[in-house]
T-cell receptor
Framework: AQKITQTQPGMFVQEKEAVTLDCTYD???????LFWYKQPSSGEMIFLIY??????QNATEGRYSLNFQKARKSANLVISASQLGDSAMYFC?????????????FGSGTRLLVRP | ETGVTQSPTHLIKTRGQQVTLRCSSQ?????VSWYQQALGQGPQFIFQ???????GRGNFPPRFSGLQFPNYSSELNVNALELDDSALYLC?????????????????FGPGTRLTVT
């Protein structure tokens, strides 16, 4: 069965520093997609970055990068140059299959607090 | 903002009552998914609608039902409300195309409806 594990309930980072949020996953499907979403206190889930299981390079989107280690089944999110506005809940999610928007399986999330 | 809207923003209901939550998908999107997010947890998939048909369902009882309309907007109905139904309900829209296009389909989430059952 699919599973996403986020082992860090909460993280602190100093403004302008980089931070890594951990995510491990479990699936028997060779085709899958991995996502990171940000959820501020307003509740809306904001898409950050996507990595497909066959992608050769790690995904990057501005200050966000995904450290994809397929053999270890990990998909850690790296946020560079943290900003105060990055304080939020962060969720790692997975779907089986590459070409469908079918259901996402979410982890339990990591609350990130950026200190000034 | 994603262009996905949900109503109402907040709702308080009594145990045993019925509730209807609404979602308008982003323009051009033909698929709507609903998720339940209990406090302190990640969202859990309820079901998905594609072209007005249910396209898959998570581990939720039949008292959770839905509809998708020709304009691709959607409703989530919950009958016989229980205290554990208190949660943030998120709607997400996406665009389904033929498989093999090589594209990833992101789900764009709305701001959610916070339901409290007393």
């Amino acid at each position: 069965a699919q599973k996403i594990t986020q082992t860090q309930p909460g993280m602190f980072v100093q403004e302008k520093e980089a931070v890594t949020l951990d995510c491990t996953y479990d699936t028997s499907d060779p085709s899958y997609g991995l996502f990171w979403y940000k959820q501020p206190s307003s509740g809306e889930m904001i898409f950050l970055i996507y990595q497909g299981s066959y992608d050769q390079q790690n995904a990057t989107e501005g200050r966000y990068s995904l450290n994809f280690q397929k053999a270890r089944k990990s998909a850690n999110l790296v946020i560079s140059a943290s900003q105060l506005g990055d304080s939020a809940m962060y969720f790692c999610a997975m779907r089986e299959g590459l070409y469908s928007s079918y259901k996402l399986i979410f982890g339990s999330g990591t609350r990130l607090l950026v200190r000034p | 903002e994603t262009g996905v809207t949900q109503s109402p923003t907040h709702l308080i209901k009594t145990r045993g009552q019925q509730v209807t939550l609404r979602c308008s998908s982003q323009s051009g999107h033909n698929t709507v998914s609903w998720y339940q997010q209990a406090l302190g947890q990640g969202p859990q998939f309820i079901f998905q609608y594609y072209r007005e048909e249910e396209n898959g369902r998570g581990n939720f009882p039949p008292r959770f039902s839905g509809l998708q309309f020709p304009n691709y907007s959607s409703e989530l109905n919950v009958n016989a409300l229980e205290l554990d139904d208190s949660a943030l309900y998120l709607c997400a829209s996406s665009k389904e195309e033929d498989p093999g296009t090589g594209q990833s389909y992101e789900q764009y989430f709305g701001p959610g409806t916070r339901l409290t059952v007393t």
